[in-house]
């Protein structure tokens, strides 16, 4: 029952990075509270559905543990958004090897014991790495709020004063605020479906910024022009965008949108893997750049890039596996379907020049002309899907393009599991297997795996 109070300690922390007990004969998920500490807890809500549910901390009972460590942001525990910044760094990385272990461990190789799960890579940087900030635009208290949603609500918790972010973009950020409440905008209200100013998107190349506003269809483009205006006072904007969302799905910047120049310039330049490419409002890029400059590099050793290397690089994004692959000496083949995307990697190896070409597809249902451009038997495969992992047809690619070499890079380790199994039935099995903390602060962790034909 929602409001029932009663002492639970955390046995194991939940891939939201919540703590979980047993209480009320349920998994009790609860917030800033770690494996061993003990509290008195609040119901907040019961699933329907399985005995679940989750609470609040009313007060805490002994000790706190030797894991938990001053949380960085001012709005921690309350954003939602970095839900382990209580935890001492090391701890974290050995909870997000944590779960990568119990993801893995029906995959035949780990149970065998023919492969280890290494401890996670660590970011070089545990605050400021964020290359981009995204705001959800709310009002309280008559004033503009740029934030996040609060844990299972619409209520808008504001997350200017953000420390994972670079600093440049919570100063930006904040400037967008004013300038947009000056301009007079409303702000959009998830609950009548009605206003304005629905997201900003502060991205951050170089020292340069890109602001993105997303708004709905009936915002009058004159305040847009004026937070444009406003904006461009600031000398690291380097341009400011708008695009319209009317949409209900939760996308923010959803695919096939078009981006308006309001000032300066649409686009930024990203470093990857050593090659400038263009990025505009929405193409997706990991957001902790330096980190995953050690990935790609890694990634192009476990490949063994290097000159007369034939590789492919299915769902490359804007390139850094790709490009981190052919500045080794390998001939690439990258696949991507965000037109955008495709586009600006086309011109960034066109420009380098390096030995990679792009196949505006769907990696999944490849026709027999753009399947035939990938080549036959390449040495070297990376896969880097969304968090959903492989879909039939992507495997079925796999399979009949059967690479000596096939790297998974994922950021889902539950849909990675199935996939292994999935492999491991086409006759592939790990013989490398590495996690990456791409997002210190949070549970996500990044898995990138080898995988040989088994012998
Ligand atoms: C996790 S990102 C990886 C991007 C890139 N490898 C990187 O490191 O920046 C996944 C990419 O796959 C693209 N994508 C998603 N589904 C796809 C599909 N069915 N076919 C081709 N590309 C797809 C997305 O547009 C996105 O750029």
Redesign the pocket.
Known sequence: MPGTRFEMIATELDDAGWGVGLGEGKRVHVADLLPGERAEVAIDHVSPHKPEAWAHLVRWIGERSPERAPPACPAFGRCGGCSWQHMAYPAQLAAKRARVVAALADVPAVRAGTVTIREAHPSPAIVGYRNKGKYVVGRAHERLVLGAYAPRSHHVIDTVGCRVVAPIIDEVASWVRGAAEEAGLGAYDEGTRSGELRYVIVREAAGDVLVVLVHTTETPRSKLESVAAAMAKHTAVHGVVSVANDRRDGSIVPAGSRAQVLVGAGTLVEDLGGVGVEVGAGE???VNRAQ?AVLYARVAELADARAGVRAVDL????G??GLALARAGASVVA????RD?VAALTRAAEGAPLPLVVVA????SLTAELRAQLGERPEVVVV???RKGLDAGALALLADLAPATLIYVS?GPEALARDLAALAAAGYAPDVIEPFDLMPGTAQIETVVRLRPAA
């Open positions: 997706f890029v990991q995953a769902y490359a994004g804007l850094g596996i696949v991507e379907r965000d995307a597809a769907d990696a999944g880097n899907p969304p950021c």
